[in-house]
């Protein structure tokens, strides 16, 4: 299994105890409150109607006029893709979350990991991450228009953009050549709803679609993206506490020795002088963490959701 956060249980195997933290994934701590449910939600399969009621709320809160898909997470969105068109040569700018260069594997691409983002130019197909995950770099929708022009097709995933919409292509999308996905659970906290979106032109949603089947959302999910993202004031709200938070993590991880390596407001990554050193610092603290294979310093939490969770990050970070 390719390496990810979100391993909870394994950390639970490894280290033994109970109540534990997990900051492994970027995944909002304190989640968007789910509505009540009807018992349609459970009992019948997802109707047109409920359907087309997500669509038009996410495409208000996006700002997006450009056809929609609704996915069971980004990641279903991710593995669909790269089944577009004939496979040729992808190049995906990193390091990065890993399931997009291995879904392009997996469906036969020959595929290049790059460190800059000039170096994506002439692909058959490009994928950047906006804020990129971990490191938190970003680049402008004027610049990612432009690569669009040198790529076969562009995917953008906007799987961290929802407390930075000025780095949204979402405004601009729905030409041929660009993809841009979004991910409801990371923002909301309700990774468990899986639910995303991908945007694109006619020609490529429908085709999605088509691969994704009738039925690619529960019931349950169509109500509560529906309704989350319908709520504007618990999305300014969060993201200004994010925004407070993130300042907060910084400081006790430079106390701690550790440096800024980048991020967004739902995590953030550091440099450490030994990252396995450091997560296990965390874990006598019951507080998981995510290191990487491909770097032996760099560590990345999320943010803690409550006083008293701040309050173990804190000790665990003073020890």
């Given at each position: 299994?390719?390496?990810?956060?979100?391993?909870?249980?394994?950390?639970i195997a490894r280290f033994g105890g109970v109540?534990?933290?997990?900051?492994?994934?970027?995944?909002?701590?304190?989640?968007?409150?789910?509505?009540?449910?009807?018992?349609?939600?459970?009992?019948?399969?997802?109707?047109?109607?409920?359907?087309?009621?997500?669509?038009?709320?996410?495409?208000?809160?996006?700002?997006?006029?450009?056809?929609?898909?609704?996915?069971?997470?980004?990641?279903?969105?991710?593995?669909?893709?790269?089944?577009?068109?004939?496979?040729?040569?992808?190049?995906?700018?990193?390091?990065?979350?890993?399931?997009?260069?291995?879904?392009?594997?997996?469906?036969?691409?020959?595929?290049?990991?790059?460190?800059?983002?000039?170096?994506?130019?002439?692909?058959?197909?490009?994928?950047?991450?906006?804020?990129?995950?971990?490191?938190?770099?970003?680049?402008?929708?004027?610049?990612?228009?432009?690569?669009?022009?040198?790529?076969?097709?562009?995917?953008?995933?906007?799987?961290?953009?929802?407390?930075?919409?000025?780095?949204?292509?979402?405004?601009?999308?729905?030409?041929?050549?660009?993809?841009?996905?979004?991910?409801?659970?990371?923002?909301?906290?309700?990774?468990?709803?899986?639910?995303?979106?991908?945007?694109?032109?006619?020609?490529?949603?429908?085709?999605?679609?088509?691969?994704?089947?009738?039925?690619?959302?529960?019931?349950?999910?169509?109500?509560?993206?529906?309704?989350?993202?319908?709520?504007?004031?618990?999305?300014?709200?969060?993201?200004?506490?994010?925004?407070?938070?993130?300042?907060?993590?910084?400081?006790?991880?430079?106390?701690?020795?550790?440096?800024?390596?980048?991020?967004?407001?739902?995590?953030?990554?550091?440099?450490?002088?030994?990252?396995?050193?450091?997560?296990?610092?965390?874990?006598?603290?019951?507080?998981?963490?995510?290191?990487?294979?491909?770097?032996?310093?760099?560590?990345?939490?999320?943010?803690?959701?409550?006083?008293?969770?701040?309050?173990?990050?804190?000790?665990?970070?003073?020890?």
């Amino acid at each position: 299994m390719r390496d990810h956060g979100g391993n909870i249980d394994g950390a639970i195997a490894r280290f033994g105890g109970v109540d534990w933290i997990d900051l492994s994934t970027g995944i909002n701590r304190v989640p968007y409150r789910v509505p009540v449910l009807q018992r349609e939600d459970w009992t019948m399969l997802p109707t047109q109607t409920a359907k087309q009621a997500l669509l038009d709320v996410a495409a208000k809160t996006y700002r997006c006029t450009a056809p929609m898909l609704a996915v069971a997470g980004a990641q279903a969105a991710i593995q669909m893709i790269p089944r577009l068109g004939k496979p040729g040569k992808a190049r995906v700018l990193g390091p990065t979350y890993n399931e997009h260069a291995a879904s392009l594997h997996a469906a036969g691409w020959s595929v290049e990991q790059v460190s800059q983002f000039g170096q994506l130019a002439g692909a058959d197909l490009a994928v950047v991450v906006n804020p990129n995950n971990p490191d938190g770099r970003s680049y402008a929708p004027a610049d990612l228009l432009a690569l669009a022009a040198q790529v076969g097709r562009l995917v953008v995933d906007e799987s961290f953009a929802d407390a930075q919409p000025e780095l949204s292509l979402l405004p601009q999308a729905g030409q041929a050549g660009l993809l841009v996905l979004r991910s409801f659970g990371k923002f909301y906290g309700l990774a468990g709803v899986r639910l995303g979106f991908v945007i694109g032109c006619a020609e490529d949603i429908a085709a999605l679609q088509e691969m994704s089947g009738p039925w690619p959302v529960n019931g349950a999910a169509l109500r509560i993206g529906a309704v989350a993202l319908a709520d504007a004031a618990w999305a300014e709200t969060t993201v200004q506490r994010l925004r407070s938070e993130v300042a907060q993590a910084d400081v006790l991880a430079q106390a701690a020795g550790w440096q800024l390596v980048g991020g967004c407001e739902l995590f953030r990554s550091y440099e450490t002088p030994d990252a396995e050193t450091a997560q296990f610092r965390l874990a006598k603290q019951r507080i998981w963490s995510r290191i990487f294979p491909y770097s032996n310093r760099w560590l990345r939490i999320g943010l803690p959701g409550s006083p008293g969770e701040w309050a173990r990050l804190t000790r665990a970070l003073e020890v």
